[in-house]
């Protein structure tokens, strides 16, 4: 499986400001996502990352607080605008396999003050 | 009604026990069902996939499909302190596009030497 990484692995920011999370694949994969893990839950997706055009987002999910790139096949961003301490989450990007199957990178920890 | 379910545990199991656990899904024309395992502080790792009804064995893991009934399990055998972890029930819903993952709320297990 390809390996994923993510930068930063965790931050703690103010609330109000915005953090970009990166999420860098060493091949070329189709399908990318990212997810949110709030403290003790599961898994719940944001947004599919399309390269070349704008993210398909989940219901409750919005591109102004979450605005989404994906310049090409190996790399995307998640931003997180206007942040509150409801943001306060682990930010995870996940790649597609075949078939259907994802596979995570190491996450971000984000803590809003 | 939750897409996906799963008994939140703790599940208790001594080391050399079986631990089963147990998902059920409300799409009927769910494809594809998959088994993640996330140690406390890191991202879910795919352990089992399984997309046709029965049993697939890999290892000391088996996933056991029942479309009819909606009912995903995972036995692990010969149960390992290692094994501790929470462990997520994942399903592709004939509705979304792509790849897209529903992700029960997870069970956590406790395997005790």
């Known amino acids: 499986s390809a390996v994923i990484s993510q930068k930063p692995s965790r931050d703690i920011c103010q609330r109000g400001t915005s953090l970009t999370i990166q999420c860098q694949v060493d091949s070329q994969v189709t399908m990318m996502f990212w997810y949110r893990q709030q403290p003790g839950q599961s898994l719940t997706l944001i947004a599919t990352a399309n390269q070349g055009s704008e993210a398909t987002y989940e219901s409750g999910f919005v591109i102004d607080k979450f605005p989404i790139s994906r310049p090409n096949l190996t790399f995307s961003t998640l931003t997180v605008s206007n942040m509150s301490p409801e943001d306060s989450s682990i930010y995870l990007c996940?790649?597609?396999?075949?078939?259907?199957?994802?596979?995570f990178g190491p996450g971000t920890r984000l803590t809003v003050t | 009604q939750k897409e996906v379910e799963q008994n939140s545990g703790p599940l208790s199991v001594p080391e050399g026990a079986i631990a089963s656990l147990n998902c059920t899904y409300s799409?009927?024309?769910?494809?594809?069902f998959f088994w993640y395992r996330q140690y406390s502080g890191k991202s879910p790792e795919l352990i089992m996939s399984?997309?046709?009804?029965g049993d697939k064995e890999d290892g000391r893991f088996t996933a056991q499909l029942n479309k009819a009934s909606q009912y995903v399990s995972l036995l692990i055998r010969d149960s390992q302190p290692s094994d501790s972890a929470t462990y997520l029930c994942a399903v592709t819903m004939i509705k979304a596009a792509g790849n897209k993952l529903t992700f029960g709320g997870g069970t956590r297990v406790l395997v005790k030497p």
């Open positions: 799409d009927r024309v769910s494809q594809s």
């Open positions: 996940s790649v597609g396999g075949a078939p259907d199957e994802q596979y």
């Open positions: 399984i997309y046709s009804n």
